[in-house]
């Protein structure tokens, strides 16, 4: 599954595992020192979450690597 505007790709998922999103770098940056991603093997300003997480299990998880309250 790949997520566009416009033309630009700013992110894919790889199968049911992997979301690889692409942040300007000073967010990704942030995300990655507060411990909401990783960074991507091979692309610059991209990050790779693991779906297999904890944050995505117990419904703590946003596009953007925020945690937030559980649902209810």
Request: with cysteine; aromatic share 8%.
């Amino acid at each position: 599954m790949e997520f566009t505007i416009g033309e630009r790709e700013i992110g894919h998922v790889h199968g049911s595992r992997v979301l690889d999103v692409d942040f300007p770098r000073r967010v990704k940056d942030a995300l990655i020192a507060e411990g909401n991603t990783n960074d991507h093997r091979f692309a610059g300003g991209w990050t790779s979450f693991s779906l297999d997480s904890e944050a995505v299990s117990n419904g703590r998880f946003d596009c953007c690597g925020a945690p937030r309250s559980t649902p209810r």
